[in-house]
Protein backbone atom coordinates (compact mmCIF):
# COMPACT_ATOMS: atom_id res chain seq x y z
CA UNK A 1 0.00 0.00 0.00
CA UNK A 2 1.60 3.52 -1.25
CA UNK A 3 1.26 6.05 1.52
CA UNK A 4 2.60 8.69 -0.97
CA UNK A 5 1.22 8.52 -4.46
CA UNK A 6 2.32 10.59 -7.34
CA UNK A 7 0.02 9.95 -9.98
CA UNK A 8 1.10 11.08 -12.90
CA UNK A 9 4.45 8.95 -14.56
CA UNK A 10 4.92 11.81 -16.59
CA UNK A 11 4.23 15.76 -17.55
CA UNK A 12 5.56 17.45 -20.27
CA UNK A 13 5.40 21.53 -20.45
CA UNK A 14 6.46 24.16 -22.87
CA UNK A 15 9.76 26.20 -21.76
CA UNK A 16 8.59 29.78 -19.83
CA UNK A 17 4.90 28.43 -18.32
CA UNK A 18 4.43 26.62 -15.32
CA UNK A 19 4.95 23.04 -14.63
CA UNK A 20 2.93 21.86 -11.34
CA UNK A 21 3.47 18.41 -10.39
CA UNK A 22 1.26 16.80 -7.68
CA UNK A 23 1.46 14.65 -4.86
CA UNK A 24 -0.88 12.81 -2.47
CA UNK A 25 -0.25 10.87 0.78
CA UNK A 26 -2.45 9.04 2.96
CA UNK A 27 -0.86 9.07 6.25
CA UNK A 28 -1.70 12.07 8.48
CA UNK A 29 0.70 11.78 10.62
CA UNK A 30 3.57 12.83 8.19
CA UNK A 31 5.01 15.76 9.21
CA UNK A 32 8.01 17.15 6.64
CA UNK A 33 7.53 16.73 2.99
CA UNK A 34 9.93 17.15 1.05
CA UNK A 35 11.14 17.19 -3.08
CA UNK A 36 13.69 15.30 -4.77
CA UNK A 37 15.07 16.65 -8.56
CA UNK A 38 17.06 13.17 -9.89
CA UNK A 39 19.09 13.27 -13.91
CA UNK A 40 19.48 9.92 -15.00
CA UNK A 41 22.87 8.36 -13.89
CA UNK A 42 23.02 10.83 -10.76
CA UNK A 43 21.48 10.53 -7.33
CA UNK A 44 18.50 12.55 -6.34
CA UNK A 45 19.04 15.75 -5.27
CA UNK A 46 17.22 17.69 -2.44
CA UNK A 47 14.81 20.50 -3.72
CA UNK A 48 12.66 21.84 -1.93
CA UNK A 49 10.88 21.14 1.42
CA UNK A 50 8.12 22.22 3.59
CA UNK A 51 7.03 21.81 7.53
CA UNK A 52 3.30 20.26 8.21
CA UNK A 53 3.21 23.69 9.96
CA UNK A 54 3.14 25.97 6.69
CA UNK A 55 1.00 25.80 3.62
CA UNK A 56 3.46 27.46 1.23
CA UNK A 57 7.23 27.56 0.86
CA UNK A 58 9.05 29.51 -1.72
CA UNK A 59 12.58 29.40 -3.06
CA UNK A 60 13.13 30.69 -6.45
CA UNK A 61 11.63 29.42 -9.34
CA UNK A 62 10.67 26.76 -6.80
CA UNK A 63 7.15 26.95 -4.42
CA UNK A 64 5.62 24.02 -2.41
CA UNK A 65 2.00 24.25 -1.75
CA UNK A 66 0.52 22.12 1.31
CA UNK A 67 -3.17 21.28 1.69
CA UNK A 68 -3.39 19.26 4.60
CA UNK A 69 -7.28 18.66 5.26
CA UNK A 70 -6.87 17.20 1.10
CA UNK A 71 -3.74 15.43 2.14
CA UNK A 72 -2.08 17.05 -0.98
CA UNK A 73 0.67 18.83 -1.56
CA UNK A 74 2.51 20.29 -4.98
CA UNK A 75 5.49 21.32 -6.67
CA UNK A 76 5.05 24.65 -9.01
CA UNK A 77 7.82 25.76 -11.23
CA UNK A 78 7.99 28.69 -12.84
CA UNK A 79 9.34 30.13 -15.23
CA UNK A 80 9.74 26.01 -16.62
CA UNK A 81 13.45 25.95 -18.58
CA UNK A 82 15.07 23.28 -20.15
CA UNK A 83 17.23 22.32 -17.48
CA UNK A 84 14.59 21.07 -15.15
CA UNK A 85 13.69 18.45 -17.44
CA UNK A 86 14.26 15.36 -15.27
CA UNK A 87 12.38 13.22 -12.46
CA UNK A 88 10.45 14.50 -9.65
CA UNK A 89 10.23 12.58 -6.47
CA UNK A 90 8.02 13.37 -3.68
CA UNK A 91 9.02 12.31 -0.08
CA UNK A 92 7.35 11.93 3.31
CA UNK A 93 8.59 11.64 6.69
CA UNK A 94 7.41 11.01 10.12
CA UNK A 95 10.30 13.72 11.15
CA UNK A 96 8.55 14.39 14.72
CA UNK A 97 6.50 11.52 15.53
CA UNK A 98 8.14 8.66 14.25
CA UNK A 99 11.43 8.90 15.65
CA UNK A 100 13.31 8.25 12.30
CA UNK A 101 14.99 10.67 11.36
CA UNK A 102 15.45 10.87 7.66
CA UNK A 103 13.15 8.33 6.99
CA UNK A 104 11.88 9.09 4.14
CA UNK A 105 8.62 7.88 2.05
CA UNK A 106 9.04 8.19 -1.57
CA UNK A 107 6.54 8.70 -4.77
CA UNK A 108 7.22 6.72 -7.76
CA UNK A 109 8.27 10.12 -9.27
CA UNK A 110 7.02 12.25 -12.55
CA UNK A 111 9.22 12.93 -15.42
CA UNK A 112 9.05 16.42 -16.44
CA UNK A 113 9.69 17.48 -20.08
CA UNK A 114 10.37 20.75 -20.82
CA UNK A 115 10.27 21.43 -24.25
CA UNK A 116 12.45 24.76 -25.64
CA UNK B 1 28.70 16.80 -5.93
CA UNK B 2 27.03 15.35 -2.41
CA UNK B 3 29.75 14.45 -0.55
CA UNK B 4 28.71 11.01 -0.45
CA UNK B 5 30.35 8.45 -2.03
CA UNK B 6 29.06 4.86 -3.45
CA UNK B 7 31.10 1.82 -4.57
CA UNK B 8 31.02 -0.09 -6.94
CA UNK B 9 29.20 2.36 -9.54
CA UNK B 10 28.33 -0.64 -11.30
CA UNK B 11 28.36 -4.45 -10.35
CA UNK B 12 27.27 -8.05 -12.57
CA UNK B 13 26.61 -10.91 -10.69
CA UNK B 14 25.09 -14.11 -10.94
CA UNK B 15 21.66 -15.37 -8.97
CA UNK B 16 23.12 -17.31 -5.87
CA UNK B 17 26.20 -15.34 -5.36
CA UNK B 18 27.02 -12.12 -2.52
CA UNK B 19 27.52 -8.86 -3.08
CA UNK B 20 28.78 -5.89 -0.89
CA UNK B 21 27.89 -2.38 -1.46
CA UNK B 22 29.74 0.64 0.09
CA UNK B 23 29.17 4.21 0.99
CA UNK B 24 30.62 6.85 2.56
CA UNK B 25 28.67 9.53 4.14
CA UNK B 26 29.32 13.35 3.22
CA UNK B 27 32.23 14.39 6.23
CA UNK B 28 30.29 14.91 9.88
CA UNK B 29 27.11 13.09 8.11
CA UNK B 30 25.88 10.57 11.43
CA UNK B 31 23.62 8.92 9.64
CA UNK B 32 23.31 6.59 6.83
CA UNK B 33 20.15 5.33 5.14
CA UNK B 34 19.91 2.51 1.99
CA UNK B 35 17.24 2.96 -0.65
CA UNK B 36 16.58 0.37 -3.29
CA UNK B 37 15.05 1.66 -6.73
CA UNK B 38 13.97 -0.74 -9.11
CA UNK B 39 12.29 -0.51 -12.20
CA UNK B 40 8.86 -0.24 -11.40
CA UNK B 41 9.06 1.57 -8.12
CA UNK B 42 9.83 4.35 -6.58
CA UNK B 43 12.59 4.66 -3.88
CA UNK B 44 12.53 1.93 -0.91
CA UNK B 45 13.53 2.82 2.05
CA UNK B 46 15.44 -0.36 3.40
CA UNK B 47 17.72 0.64 6.32
CA UNK B 48 19.21 3.47 8.29
CA UNK B 49 21.75 3.75 10.84
CA UNK B 50 23.05 6.64 13.08
CA UNK B 51 26.37 6.92 15.34
CA UNK B 52 26.76 2.86 13.92
CA UNK B 53 23.42 1.80 15.44
CA UNK B 54 20.36 0.59 13.70
CA UNK B 55 18.01 3.54 13.77
CA UNK B 56 15.29 2.18 11.57
CA UNK B 57 14.05 0.00 9.38
CA UNK B 58 12.30 -0.93 6.09
CA UNK B 59 11.53 -3.01 3.55
CA UNK B 60 14.53 -4.34 3.50
CA UNK B 61 14.81 -8.41 3.19
CA UNK B 62 16.45 -11.06 5.53
CA UNK B 63 19.13 -11.75 3.26
CA UNK B 64 19.95 -8.20 3.11
CA UNK B 65 22.17 -7.19 6.09
CA UNK B 66 23.50 -3.30 6.94
CA UNK B 67 26.16 -2.48 9.43
CA UNK B 68 27.90 1.33 10.14
CA UNK B 69 31.20 1.24 11.17
CA UNK B 70 33.50 3.48 13.69
CA UNK B 71 34.10 5.69 10.86
CA UNK B 72 30.73 6.03 9.52
CA UNK B 73 31.16 4.31 6.10
CA UNK B 74 28.52 1.88 6.01
CA UNK B 75 28.21 -1.16 4.01
CA UNK B 76 24.75 -3.11 2.11
CA UNK B 77 25.67 -6.93 2.22
CA UNK B 78 23.25 -8.57 -0.40
CA UNK B 79 23.47 -12.32 -0.12
CA UNK B 80 21.43 -14.93 -2.35
CA UNK B 81 21.03 -12.62 -5.21
CA UNK B 82 18.05 -13.27 -7.35
CA UNK B 83 16.65 -11.49 -10.37
CA UNK B 84 14.93 -9.52 -8.81
CA UNK B 85 17.13 -8.24 -6.47
CA UNK B 86 18.53 -6.13 -9.94
CA UNK B 87 18.36 -2.66 -8.77
CA UNK B 88 19.92 0.75 -8.06
CA UNK B 89 20.75 1.04 -4.55
CA UNK B 90 21.14 4.73 -3.37
CA UNK B 91 23.58 5.11 -0.10
CA UNK B 92 22.10 9.00 2.18
CA UNK B 93 23.46 10.99 4.71
CA UNK B 94 22.16 13.51 7.06
CA UNK B 95 23.39 15.35 9.65
CA UNK B 96 22.21 15.48 13.25
CA UNK B 97 19.62 18.61 13.27
CA UNK B 98 16.44 19.84 13.99
CA UNK B 99 13.85 17.40 11.71
CA UNK B 100 12.76 20.59 10.19
CA UNK B 101 15.90 21.65 8.91
CA UNK B 102 16.57 18.03 7.85
CA UNK B 103 17.41 16.59 4.35
CA UNK B 104 19.42 13.82 2.99
CA UNK B 105 21.91 14.01 0.78
CA UNK B 106 22.08 10.87 -1.86
CA UNK B 107 25.21 9.74 -3.30
CA UNK B 108 24.96 8.53 -7.49
CA UNK B 109 23.95 5.16 -6.28
CA UNK B 110 25.50 1.57 -7.28
CA UNK B 111 23.90 -0.32 -10.22
CA UNK B 112 23.44 -4.07 -9.16
CA UNK B 113 22.67 -6.24 -12.10
CA UNK B 114 21.75 -10.00 -10.80
CA UNK B 115 22.06 -12.57 -14.47
Known amino acids: DQQVKQNSPSLSVQEGRISILNCDYT??????FLWYKKYPAEGPTFLIS?????DKNEDGRFTVFLNKSAKHLSLHIVPSQPGDSAVYFC???????????????FGKGTKLSVKP | DSGVTQTPKHLITATGQRVTLRCSPR?????VYWYQQSLDQGLQFLIQ???????AKGNILERFSAQQFPDLHSELNLSSLELGDSALYFC??????????????FGEGSWLTVV
Open chain 2, 27 to 31: SGDLS
Open chain 2, 92 to 105: ASSARGIPSGNTIY
Open chain 1, 50 to 54: ISSIK
Open chain 2, 49 to 55: YYNGEER
Open chain 1, 27 to 32: NSMFDY
Open chain 1, 91 to 105: AASLAFYGGSQGNLI
